[in-house]
């Protein structure tokens, strides 16, 4: 018997989660956007999945967003007993009395944790897509390292905020730059210098052309849901999966497009959004 | 006639013990014992004994304030982001704008300044005294610390001989910098299993230590650059504006468990 959805099932909702410190403007963005590209999809922006003020749920999130932490980039798995410091900081991440980052999580766990969470999980008619000021990882099997991600798709789909800002790399004389100040002990003073020194080549924390970027990695993550297929390889796609910053300024920013291909694609998806899978 | 007024080495030598001995007993049960005597232990210890707290710091060298004399690469510019800046208005300490958000003040007055506010709140002192192991409570949880004099710690044990003595507090403090001494000591009886640097270059830890400020372990708390040993946060970011405001921080956790409040 055909396991196949293709044909059958109807992209109907996207539900945009908000991260767990918004920007308003981001999902705003992100939810104009895509509505112009899918019409007869009903989007919403849902509260933090991350956050909650019921005492069963942080204590369980806590305890698994604890274990997601990524502790060694060469391991794939990593199961180990999270500390209680850092079980007590989860939770009051998820309380909303700490802020998240600094910390790099392993993507699927982060979605394992969420998916419970989120509303109509399992129906195949919503696309969810997590928001989140986490920065997370996968593992990759062409280096056998973690790398950081912008977008990790799947159901759901998992959007990291400050990994616009750390997942591309970088320009290499940057951080052999910094690398040099690291040695040297050099201060906060000597790497606001050397950003400056960058700082048409990257998108950093704050940037405003960060809710351009998130309309395109959500895209991304809708295209994955339709269709198992969310990257593109023309560099001045915004389904571009871009791995150095002057990738991602030039495929969200620059260009700021579909590429003619997945423009058709899109178009005639825009119609009808229908699973292809 | 003489500058000075008449004394016998004998007084001086009865001030120096009879006050170090009534010092001692009073550390002997304590409220908070802060290993380490940095930015990070210094502002947590005055900010406690603001509140009536019994701190006492315990420093291995002579001198107090840690790395903040002096700026990265040697030199003694203190630069720290705001809003620490609004700490160094509380304890009097002049300072610049270097572009907007950033500020920077000399070492030398910086530190001195804190230690001198630390000192006028009532903070104790042990200097020229180690951490030599913790003292362990029900549960395992951390109980007070057992401390030795720093010569003796350095000299090999079968020359040095002296046993250490145990203070005993409800809150241990570990401000002891990236060696997270008293947090390694906990890993070297396998009570906690710390995860080592992250190999990740990524920036935004500068928030990261100050959020992670708290409780690493019951009765344990862990502040300043031993936050990101123990939790394995990127080492080139955190500054000294985080090593202030995480010493706050850990003094509010510790201060509100004191009271009864949550960790």
Known sequence: ?277 | MPIFEKSSERSVTRAIISEFAKDMEKFSDTDVIIIGGGPSGLVAARDLALKGVKVLIVERNNYLGGGFWIGGFLMNTITVRAPAQKLLDEIGVKYKQFEKGLYITPGPLACSKLIAAACEAGVSVLNMTSFDDIVLRENNRVGGAVINWTPVALLPRQISCVDPVALESKIVIDATGHDATVVKKLEERGLIKTPGFGAMWIEKSEDAVVEHSGFAHPGLIVIGMAVSTTYGLPRMGPTFGSMLLSGRKGAQVAYEHLKGGKD
């Open chain 1, 1 to 277: 018997m055909s396991t196949s959805r293709a044909g059958k099932t109807e992209l109907k909702r996207i539900d945009l989660y908000s991260s767990e410190n918004p920007d308003p403007s981001h999902l705003d963005g992100v939810q104009e956007y895509l509505a112009a590209l899918f019409p007869t999809v009903e989007l919403e922006i849902r509260p933090c999945l991350l956050k909650s003020t019921k005492s069963d749920t942080i204590d369980s999130l806590a305890g698994m967003l604890a274990s997601a932490r990524m502790r060694n980039p060469s391991l794939r798995v990593q199961d180990f007993v999270p500390m209680y410091g850092e079980v007590e900081y989860e939770k009051r991440t998820i309380r909303g009395s700490s802020t998240v980052g600094g910390v790099v999580y392993d993507a699927s766990k982060v979605a394992a944790a969420a998916e419970p969470l989120v509303k109509n999980h399992g129906s195949l008619e919503t696309a969810s897509l997590i928001f989140t000021d986490r920065l997370v990882s996968t593992y990759s099997d062409d280096d056998m390292r973690h790398h950081l991600r912008t977008v990790v798709c799947g159901f759901p789909s998992v959007v990291s905020i400050p990994g616009i800002c750390e997942a591309p790399a970088r320009p290499r004389e940057y951080y052999f730059a910094k690398r040099q100040l690291e040695a040297e002990s050099a201060g906060d003073l000597a790497l606001v210098v050397l950003k400056q020194a960058f700082r048409d080549e990257f998108i950093d924390y704050g940037d405003p052309r960060t809710a351009e970027v998130l309309k395109g990695l959500s895209l991304q993550g809708v295209m994955f849901h339709l269709s198992l297929e969310p990257f593109c390889g023309d560099s001045r796609c915004r389904l571009f999966n871009a791995h150095w910053q002057k990738d991602l300024i030039a495929s969200q920013i620059v260009s700021g497009r579909l590429c003619d291909k997945h423009e058709r694609i899109v178009k005639k998806l825009s119609k009808k959004p229908v699973l292809s899978w």
